[in-house]
């Protein structure tokens, strides 16, 4: 009886201190505000969250929806979002020499004649009209909205053979794009995917050039412009250095899932972005890379990108591209 007394109090023992750890909250998730322009760029921080690769790092994202470059980086500067899903890159370098470390890119997403996001685009009705970036004289054009996308625009059109007062052209919201252009508001202009597919899917409009950034600005249709990519805050990486490190660790495992899965992943643009369900199989994709793994050719295609940027006036001083970019 004795023993059996200490048998059973032993197993007691043992319940309660099995029931007492599982009363124990489980361990909050580290939160991680990001501001996420919801676009086909942004794919890798919708795959990481459908697929739980942020959850399975004890990561839970708060997503802040952010239309396009410029409150982007206004979130990033006043501290109010830690990560950028998709900062344009011309415009990230401008905030990071105002705010020095303001923007640190962890990943880019590289754009060509295959990896097609930046784009002309001209309206159904002058396709005979409008052969090249040329026939754009006299025409009125819009623009995916920010400063870098703008002066890049204008900066292409020059390189084309088009100087300003050939045409005229004016910045819109990216959700507008497509109404625009097939109710004939504009005649054609420098868009953003998937607006350009949606256009061509309902026959409001139909890319004229694509790679335009590769072909004209780094010379070769397919060099890898990084027009945009992931970035973080220096704040979020310096006061929460874990956590900083487990973010990039899920959003290298999703870029790794989107090159060897691409059919599957482009399912994750639906409901997601402002992709509809009927073009998600076929809206181009682009080139996702982490920056650690960046090669030196694609580290001189980024130099030049940032150099023309700089002779556009939207980034204010030549720089090292490379002071802007973190590996984990």
């Not at 890898?224 to 704040?235: K, R, Y």
Request: include cysteine; aromatic fraction near 8%; charge should be positive.
């Amino acid at each position: 009886m004795a023993l059996f007394g200490r048998n059973a109090r032993r197993m007691l023992v043992g319940a309660l201190a099995a029931l007492a750890v599982s009363a124990l909250p489980a361990a909050a998730q580290d939160k991680v505000k990001v501001g996420v322009f919801p676009i086909s760029s942004s794919l890798p921080y919708f795959v990481a969250i459908d697929l739980g690769y942020f959850k399975e790092l004890n990561i839970e994202p708060e997503t802040i929806r952010l239309m396009g470059g410029p409150p982007n980086v206004a979130a990033l500067m006043t501290n109010q979002i830690e990560v950028s899903a998709v900062l344009v890159t011309l415009e990230g370098l401008n905030a990071a020499l105002k705010k020095p470390g303001v923007a640190q890119y962890i990943a880019m997403h590289s754009q060509n004649v295959e990896y097609k996001m930046e784009q002309f685009v001209v309206r159904e009705g002058l396709l005979d009209k409008v052969k090249s970036l040329k026939d754009f004289k006299g025409l009125k054009l819009l623009s995916a909205p920010g400063p870098a996308n703008l002066n890049t625009a204008k900066g292409i059109l020059a390189k084309a053979g088009l100087k300003e007062g050939d045409y005229t052209i004016d910045q819109l919201d990216m959700g507008q794009h497509v109404n625009a252009i097939k109710a004939g508001t504009f005649d054609g202009g420098y868009t953003l995917e998937p607006s350009a597919t949606i256009m061509q899917n309902i026959g409001a409009g139909k890319t004229l050039e694509a790679g335009v950034i590769a072909k004209y600005v780094l010379g070769d249709p397919k060099a890898d412009a990084f027009a945009a990519g992931c970035a973080f805050s220096a704040d979020f990486i310096a006061k929460r250095p874990d956590v900083a490190k487990r973010f990039a660790q899920a959003w290298a495992k999703a870029i790794d899932y989107i090159n060897k899965n691409p059919k599957e992943a482009r399912k994750h643009l639906a409901k997601n972005t402002m992709t509809p369900d009927n073009i998600v199989d076929t809206v181009p994709m682009l080139g996702y890379i982490m920056t650690k793994d960046m090669s030196a050719k694609q580290l001189g295609d980024l130099q030049k990108f940032a150099d023309f940027g700089h002779e556009i006036g939207v980034v204010p001083e030549k720089i090292d591209v490379k002071k802007y970019l973190h590996a984990f």
